[in-house]
């Protein structure tokens, strides 16, 4: 089961559910930090046997020479990263998606496959929590096909728990494809319920099961209930807002091994999430 914790913005509490909910689970559990722009899961659980591998996406090279200026590869892509102007042949590298239809298209050679470096594929361990995150190379701007590198490093494993980046952007949707539960992180605010409303929109249109939790439920009002109640969505659990959980929090601790309530929270997260796949809530 893939279970993939998002939120509609950053700093909602995404990372401290996924971790505190992959710990409470404990052996078996995948953990992946997929919001490559900014992964702090580590800041949470310090990995050991940390193992780095760069990771490259294709991109097309260009011989000036053999370009016969025809503009069939600036025709065909649809992102404008190859573009014919004025007979000189242009490429933007961050605006390619490496798809290789220019390079199949050119009718003289004068485009071959090359590599740019994305990022970094860092694969370690904590206790028996196997940690996989992706670290996005600083001035990319394609985190997707990252994001998908780090999924991939999962596959056939029981339990994979994803930290999604925050918003409702591509980076998001490519974290959430393929995975059985989305867990939404919110808070009980205004702007807690609008960027919900957003998230909501999103998975919707994916057609995932999903369901809500509710961090710092005593801080605000109760409008993010509301509306799940009107939108028939379930809370699954609410994390309380205290002197307490925010010292635990400022200081990267987990809740689940400082607090026994929400390490038992935590367990029946997980158990609550399974039987809403098996009646595959929407
Ligand atoms: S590989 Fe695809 S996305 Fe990249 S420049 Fe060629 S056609 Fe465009
Ligand atoms: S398809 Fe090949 S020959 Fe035609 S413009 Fe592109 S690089 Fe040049």
């Known amino acids: 089961m893939i279970i993939t914790v998002a939120s509609g913005k950053g700093g909602t509490g995404k990372t401290t559910v996924a971790t505190n909910l992959a710990v409470a689970v404990g052996k078996g559990t995948t953990l992946l930090d997929c919001d490559v722009e900014e992964p702090n899961v580590h800041l949470f659980l310090e990995p050991k046997n940390l193992r780095k591998t760069p990771i490259t996406t294709m991109i097309p090279v260009v011989d000036q020479d053999a370009c016969i200026q025809c503009g069939a590869c600036s025709e065909l892509c649809h992102f404008s990263a190859i573009t014919l102007v004025a007979d000189e042949l242009y490429l933007f590298p961050n605006m ?5 239809g220019c390079v199949m298209v050119c009718p003289a050679g004068a485009l071959t496959e090359g590599s740019r470096e994305l990022g970094e594929l860092e694969i370690g361990q904590w206790n028996d929590i196997e940690l ?10 394609m985190s997707p096909p990252l994001i998908e590198r780090v999924k991939e490093a999962a596959e056939g494993r029981e339990l994979v728990i994803v930290d999604a980046p925050p918003g409702t952007s591509c980076p998001v949707i490519a974290a959430m494809n393929g995975t059985h539960y989305v867990l939404l992180v919110t808070e009980p605010t205004p702007f807690g319920l609008n960027d919900l409303k957003l998230a909501v929109e999103a998975v919707r249109v994916l057609g995932m099961p999903f369901g809500i939790v509710i961090n710092r439920a005593d801080a605000g009002d109760d409008r993010v209930v509301r509306y799940a109640e ?33 390490a038992e929270a935590f367990g029946g997260l997980v158990e609550k999430i399974r039987a809403a796949v098996e009646r595959g809530t929407r």
């Open 230 to 262: 009107e939108e028939g969505i379930e809370i699954l659990m609410s994390i309380p807002y205290s002197r307490k959980v925010a010292e635990y929090y400022a200081r990267g601790r987990l809740l689940v091994e400082a607090m026994p309530e929400m």
């Open 96 to 100: 390619c998606h490496s798809c290789g």
């Open 132 to 141: 996989i995150s992706g670290r996005l190379r600083v001035g990319e701007a």
